[in-house]
């Protein structure tokens, strides 16, 4: 297995595989541009002035797991963070351990860049992911967070 980040020298295929791989999980997406609206936002990863970038899991060939995140400044860590959007293993590959070494990719590459943290949110009762991220010294921040969309 293979895990490396998606670069600006990774041709459109690549993103085409990556989008295919997050509407596993992006199913409440809906709409019939909600591909297009994937391999877009992932397109983006390929720009040098962005702050979205993208993690790939890889056996044989295939894709199997990816981290999407974007960089981002917060007064309150006193310097830039993750904020990690999505974590997620194909139904086939899970329980290898494939997501623990997303994150210990992502974790390792956030030391590299100087970066001050991670935060991401889960679900209330997923408690093997919760599992996961307290494994990784993860911990709960007691929040309410809030939305709003256009």
Known sequence: MNIYKLEEHHDNETI???ADLLMGQMESIGGD???QNMYDILLQTQSPHTNAELFIAEDDGKMIGAAYLNTQFSLRKG???IWLNDLYVHE???NKGIAKKLLLAVIHWAEQHGLKGIELETGVN???TKKLYNSLGFYDVVSKRYGFQF
């Open 126 to 128: 997923n408690i093997a």
């Open 92 to 94: 086939g590959h899970r």
């Open 16 to 18: 085409h595989q990556a």
């Open 33 to 35: 541009d909600a591909y």
């Open 79 to 81: 310097g830039k963070y």
